[in-house]
């Protein structure tokens, strides 16, 4: 299975930072890479697909990029409904759909 | 608007069994691919398996961990997807999460998903 792996697990930022995460994959998964943002309590929800295609409605904000195994999510300028758990999620080795382990954003 | 409400959430005793549904509404339920996830009590996510549209031929992909136990199916005429989980084990706990899926890139087989829209979920407690 390919395992993916996203750093760091937690972050602490304030509103108006720049943030980024990274999501590693254990070998290529090409450009297979999509994002989501959980909320507690809330379902996962699909930020970005493809590396760096945005999902309807999703602010402008929020970009990603990379390819073969190395990606990442950037956030330009953090709003307080942004602190959520991010999950980076590969496609490639479909259809072992196999997600990172979560990075939590939270208020500094 | 797409809508997915998952229902069937119980808890049940390890061995047991439970049927979850997902019950859409907002597209053409048929045309999606449809998928199952799962996220135990403070952990991350797991895909569960997933059922493709017949224009994909209906086939059905399980996860190591719920293979031979578990079993999707879907009816298009009434927009359902369903879990059957058999024999259930306590490391079954977690919310149940129905999504659609959508193709990333066409002309590759299998094709590979992405998965734009999630129900709430619903819970799955296995405990004697």
């Known amino acids: 299975d390919i395992q993916m792996t996203q750093s760091p697990s937690s972050l602490s930022a304030s509103v108006g930072d720049r943030v980024t995460i990274t999501c590693r994959a254990s070998q290529s998964i090409s450009s297979y890479l999509n994002w989501y943002q959980q909320k507690p309590g809330n379902a996962p929800k699909l930020l970005i697909y493809a590396v760096s295609s945005l999902q309807s409605g ?17 956030i330009s300028s953090l709003q307080p409904e942004d ?26 | 608007e797409v809508q997915l409400v998952e229902s069937g959430g119980d808890l049940v005793k390890p061995g047991r069994s439970l049927r979850l549904s997902c019950t859409a509404s907002g597209f053409t339920f048929g045309d999606y691919a449809m998928s199952w996830f799962r996220q ?89």
């Open chain 1, 58 to 74: 999703v602010p402008s904000r929020f970009s990603g990029s990379g390819s073969g195994t190395d990606f990442t999510l950037t």
């Open chain 1, 83 to 108: 602190f959520a758990t991010y999950y980076c999620q590969q496609s490639y080795s479909t259809p072992l759909y196999t997600f990172g382990q979560g990075t939590k954003l939270e208020i500094k």
């Open chain 2, 40 to 128: 135990a009590p403070g952990k991350g996510l797991e895909w569960v398996g997933f059922i493709r549209s017949k224009a994909y031929g209906g086939t059905i992909e399980y996860a190591a961990s719920v293979k031979g136990r578990f079993t999707i199916s879907r009816d298009d005429s009434k927009s359902i997807a369903y879990l059957q989980m058999n024999s259930l084990k306590t490391e079954d706990t977690a919310v149940y999460y129905c999504t659609r899926g959508l193709i990333i890139v066409r002309g590759v087989w299998p094709p590979p998903y992405y998965f734009d829209y999630w129900g709430q979920g619903t819970l799955v407690i296995v405990s004697s």
